[in-house]
């Protein structure tokens, strides 16, 4: 992608939450997929993080435990 603006950063998380209002009411998305993930990191007692430059793009970090 294109980056996440700092200000949508908290937010992409949040069930139904879409940055790119432009695909909202198109039946591509529903803005449930990184509240997915981040249900499902958290189950498995782990941590997802994100960083993200406009312009540059984004990563999102993964850590789960070994047991």
Excluded at 19 to 24: F, G, L, M, N, Q
Excluded at 35 to 55: C, D, F, P, R, Y
Aim: charged letters at 25%; proline letters at 1%.
């Amino acid at each position: 992608g294109i980056g996440i603006a700092e200000e949508n950063m908290d937010k992409v998380f949040q069930k139904f939450y879409k940055v790119d209002k432009s695909r909202t009411g198109s039946g591509e998305s529903f803005g449930l997929g990184l509240a997915m993930v981040k249900w499902i990191v958290e189950t498995h007692n782990g941590k997802i993080s994100l960083s993200s430059q406009l312009k540059e793009g984004s990563t999102f970090t993964v850590k789960l435990p070994i047991e």
